[in-house]
């Protein structure tokens, strides 16, 4: 893995508020160090009928 190609390597996964974060294994873990979010905090459950 290189410093700036992070499509392979070893990454931490972090859940917080429904959202999921992948961040690089040797990084600060900050908001701008974030590699992927699932970008999920805001999805809420709407029951549809049928």
Known sequence: M????HSSGDFYLSINDGNIVAYPLYS???ELDAYW???SWNLTFIPQQL
């Open 2 to 5: 290189s410093k700036s190609d």
């Open 28 to 30: 600060r873990f900050h």
């Open 37 to 39: 979010a699932s970008n």
